[in-house]
């Protein structure tokens, strides 16, 4: 029997309205999130991978439900969001956090160390003040900072500082799933893989998974399990990082995966150029979204939207050329 998924998104859907009053019905529409479907497994590192304004961000929001989604399910170990009353939809968030990808105005600049940590705390569960302060020392000093800090305020704190404080609000009240949305972009190079390699570290010590969102391919790469790769709010390649490292198969991934330096001779990334800009999203391509900028686009493309299918065991792509049909041999 197959284990239950920690987290399963099915059809999932957010549109946006555009333009138009209270009154008045919206110009047009966004869809930030088009039709996404995969699951995470507890213990798993799944990265979410795009350029800017794909709907990872929505996504992960859609996820912890900062926002309603317009369509789809979310369940979460098996039970669907939109049949749990209240309470459960409290206990539910409380095993999921988020990391937001700002360090400088995810904090409340008028609060203390101490009260930003364990505001998810108290927001979840009574315990005494000196409880609260013990657990939030106890986390600062597992994310590399010290108990005297709690008394500080965020503007005393570097970047990176203030990232290992909104990791430890995160943990505080004892996640499953964390989301962390960009969360080393906003730093200096130099303190990236340190946030990264302590996260690597608190996924084991405090039995994470993590649904990591980012723009940057090589940090996805190095955390995650798996990866998926978005575009105009849907999905267009899910993979093992292993596989999608050593041979990506839709163009977009592979155009995205040129734009990182390759060290590994292995791998077998064949130059793939993109052609125009993203589009606009308010009025996205027919057909498959990204044949405006792919170069192998062909009359097909441009009519029928392309499934995400299995091409290879446990490998989906969403693009005609892996799917028998276009320049047989094209894309390998
Ligand atoms: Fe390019 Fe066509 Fe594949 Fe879309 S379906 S990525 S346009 S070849």
Partial sequence: MSETPLLAVHDL?????LGGGSLSKPRAWVRA???????????ESFGLVGESGCGKTT?????????DPTGGRIEF???DYASMNRAEIRLVRKRMQIIFQDPYSSLDPRMKVDSII???LRAVQRISKTKRRDAAAELLERVGLRAVDLDKYPHEFSGGQRQRIGIARALCVRPELVVADEPV???DVSIQAQIINLMQDLKDDFDLSYIFISHDLSVVEHICDRIAVMYLGTIFELASSESFSLAPRHPYARALLMAVPQPDPQRRVKP???EEDVPNPVDPPSGCTFHPRCQFAFDHCRVERPPLVETIP???VACWLNQGRGIEGEIK
């Fill in 59 to 67: 996504l992960g929001q859609l996820i912890v439900r900062l926002i």
């Fill in 77 to 79: 170990e098996g039970q």
């Fill in 118 to 120: 364990t505001e998810p």
């Fill in 185 to 187: 972009s906003a730093l």
């Fill in 314 to 316: 446990s490998h989906y």
């Fill in 13 to 17: 859907e957010k549109r946006f309205p």
């Fill in 33 to 43: 999130v088009d039709g996404v479907s995969f699951s995470v497994k507890r213990g």
């Fill in 272 to 274: 793939v150029s993109m």
